[in-house]
């Protein structure tokens, strides 16, 4: 059996800290290069997602606007809603506002409510 110097001892050494620097500074290289690349990405799917969320709001409110006109219509020819129907129209009206909606639909809401017809 051969002894193993302290020569060796330290060679050995220095081959597994240039090994570990290597692969850290591998490692650090390729998360900076992979952050570049996907950092625009990310950007465009977030613009993406806020894009569509406005989009799909904008649809949903024009929806029940226009669910909320045939009503209001209906309701001014003295057309008999039933309750459910009316529970319907109040619940379709709240997230009519909550989406931002609040025009001629709100005034026309408020005439009918103090007449008692909705």
């Given at each position: ?36 690349v996907l950092k625009p990405l990310d950007q ?5 997602q806020k894009t569509s969320t406005a989009n799909?709001?904008?649809?949903e409110k024009e929806l029940i606007k226009m ?52």
């Amino acid at each position: 059996m051969e002894s193993i110097s302290l020569g060796q001892i330290a060679s050995m050494i220095t081959l597994f800290s240039i090994l570990i620097g290597a692969i850290t500074g591998i490692i650090a290289f390729t998360k900076s290069f992979i952050s570049k690349v996907l950092k625009p990405l990310d950007q465009k799917i977030d613009h993406l997602q806020k894009t569509s969320t406005a989009n799909r709001d904008n649809i949903e409110k024009e929806l029940i606007k226009m669910f909320l006109v045939n009503f209001i219509h209906d309701i001014e020819q003295d057309n008999v809603k039933s309750q459910i129907q009316k529970n319907n129209a109040y619940e379709l009206y709240d997230r009519y506002r909550t989406l931002g909606g609040n025009s001629y639909i709100h005034d026309k809401w408020e005439k009918l409510q103090k007449e008692g017809k909705i």
